[in-house]
């Protein structure tokens, strides 16, 4: 009896991880049994049957992926990086409020990719993440949208204005109010910076914080109970930057640009 593709694919990891190899390019039995860490006696039946079904080509000792085989192996690939998403931080996601994102761009979750959950303890519940602080210091090109008001925001982006980098930040209009009656010094140095937008969303925005700059992306949500955790998610990925820079676009999109106070 034939088995089908699907079989093919999921029902063994040596099938599935040859073809996620041979999708970045040809390789001969040597190199699979040294990148796969698998001998020739358990691998070539599962070559065997993977050319059965069409997916891989032999041409000599090559072994590549046939038209098929790219087809069904670029279609996996975003399934597996969801999955990866979502195993790592299984509890985190399952209890956000995911719909501030939009559907189409939330469907591509796993473009965030080796992403990790930063959770304060009890001593640092409202200090910002070492991890967020330090990198956005060191960034050059920043994008930023803000929700809630938080007491480090000010003197952080003022700083990161005199440094010359170059920002783009998005406000609610409350959080906007804040800094204009409570951080007014730090607010004039981020209008008066050649290098720095600032621009006021009038609508109620459900997603706590944003950040993209090259160096990493880093987001905020709140639970379903729409209650904020103080968790945050951050990433390196160089998917993950496009993606976050995506959203943040998204929400620029809601704004107007501040040109005085």
């Known amino acids: 009896m034939s088995s089908s593709l699907c079989d093919t694919i999921w029902l063994s990891e040596k099938r599935k991880n040859l073809l996620l190899l041979l999708m970045e390019g040809s390789r001969d039995i040597e190199q699979i049994k040294t990148s796969l860490n698998v001998t020739s006696k358990a691998m070539m039946p599962q070559i065997k049957i ?6 891989i080509l032999q041409k000599e000792d090559t072994y590549m992926l046939s038209e098929i085989g790219k087809l069904v192996v670029g279609n996996m690939l975003p ?17 956000r409020d995911t719909s501030v994102i939009p559907r189409q761009q939330f469907m591509r979750l796993g473009e965030l990719g080796e ?3 930063i959770e304060p303890d009890l001593n640092h519940m409202f200090d910002l993440p070492r991890e967020f602080t330090e990198n956005l210091i060191k960034s050059r090109c920043i994008m930023s949208s803000l929700s809630y008001y938080h007491p480090l925001y000010p003197s952080l982006y003022s700083r990161l204005a005199k440094s010359g980098a170059k920002m783009e930040i998005a406000l609610t209009k ?28 009038e609508e109620s925005l459900q997603l706590p914080t944003i950040a993209v700059t090259e160096r990493f ?5 709140f639970d379903k109970q729409g209650k904020y955790d103080h968790r945050k998610v951050m990433s390196f990925d160089v998917s993950a930057l496009h993606w976050g820079r995506e959203l943040f676009m998204h929400y620029k999109e809601l704004s107007q640009e501040v040109l005085k106070v």
């Open 79 to 95: 399934l597996l990086n969801t999955l990866e998403v979502l195993e790592e931080n299984k509890e985190y996601w399952v209890s």
């Open 217 to 221: 992306m880093y987001l905020c949500l």
């Open 50 to 55: 993977l050319k059965k079904q069409g997916l």
């Open 115 to 117: 992403c990790m959950v």
């Open 174 to 201: 409350p959080v906007f109010e804040r800094l204009k009656n409570d951080s007014k010094d730090e607010l004039e140095v981020l209008l008066n910076s050649e290098n720095t937008v600032v621009e006021v969303c």
